[in-house]
Every structure is written in C-alpha cells, then in structure tokens.
C-alpha cells in the first residue's frame, strides 16, 4: 500500500513503449488557433471556439506496447497530459538470510488461518493413524 501511494504520474516521452493505452478526451484545450495544423497531422477533429482548439472527439492517440512518437509526445505535453505511471515493484524480499516471493506480502489473515487449519487436521491424522493420542 505505501509503495502505491507513492506511484508517480510520468509524461509520454519520444521512443518510450506505453505500458497503457493513452486516450485523448474530447476537450476545450489552451491551445491557439494556429496549432490546428498540429492535430490535423494526428488525425484529430477540432475546430476553434473562443480563440482556443476545441477537440471534437475523444481519440486513441496511443496503443498499449506500441513506441511513442515525437508528435504524440509533443501533443501531450501541449496539452499537460501525463499519462503513465511509475513506481517500485517488488521482486522479491530478502529476511533473516531467506529470499521469499513477493507473493508473501499478500498472504492475509483468511489465508494464515486456513494455513493453520490444515497443519492441524494433519497432525491430528497422523497422531490417529500411529495411535498416539492428542489434543489436535
């Protein structure tokens, strides 16, 4: 949960693979009437409302494991999107000298104590099936 709470947004740069699709949503940008050249080099509708490029419609600009390109990246930046995410990920974890999955650090209370019970109906067999009494 902290490592989560310390995830980063992350802008779109030129070269790097999207880990996510990146959809530009239909908006009012801040972008002057000049820049509509750029969009239509996108293929994204626009038109000019009050001095400034409305977008028309929302569009997929980037595919997840595609590379961003120079206009993409650019676009994103004019608009002060950041669209990806980058944070820590645990591998695995090192205690007391043993390396453990980092599936360990999922294990909940629910799941201990469905540990616990099966190790005790597994005494409790072999303590009947060698004929040693116990509590178990």
């Known amino acids: 949960d902290i ?3 310390n ?3 992350a802008p779109a740069r030129v070269g790097a693979i999207a880990p996510v699709d990146v959809i530009v949503p239909a908006q009012n940008t801040s972008l002057e009437p000049t820049q509509t050249s750029f969009l239509q080099a996108l293929n994204i509708a626009s038109k000019i409302t009050r001095g400034t ?5 929302d569009v997929h600009l980037i595919k997840a494991g595609d ?7 650019a676009l994103l930046q004019k608009l002060d999107m950041r669209p ?3 944070s820590l ?6 205690d007391n000298g043993q390396i453990f999955d980092a599936a360990i650090l999922n ?3 629910e799941t201990f104590e469905g540990f616990m019970a ?4 597994n005494i409790a067999s072999i303590s009947l099936a060698a004929n040693i009494p116990t509590i178990a």
């Open 107 to 109: 294990i909940t209370d």
């Open 118 to 121: 099966t190790g005790i109906k």
């Open 53 to 57: 490029i409305e977008i028309l419609n």
């Open 67 to 73: 590379k961003v390109g120079a206009s993409e990246s």
């Open 7 to 9: 995830r980063r947004e």
């Open 89 to 94: 990920s645990i591998k695995t974890v090192y």
């Open 84 to 86: 990806f995410y980058y």
């Open 3 to 5: 490592i989560e709470a």
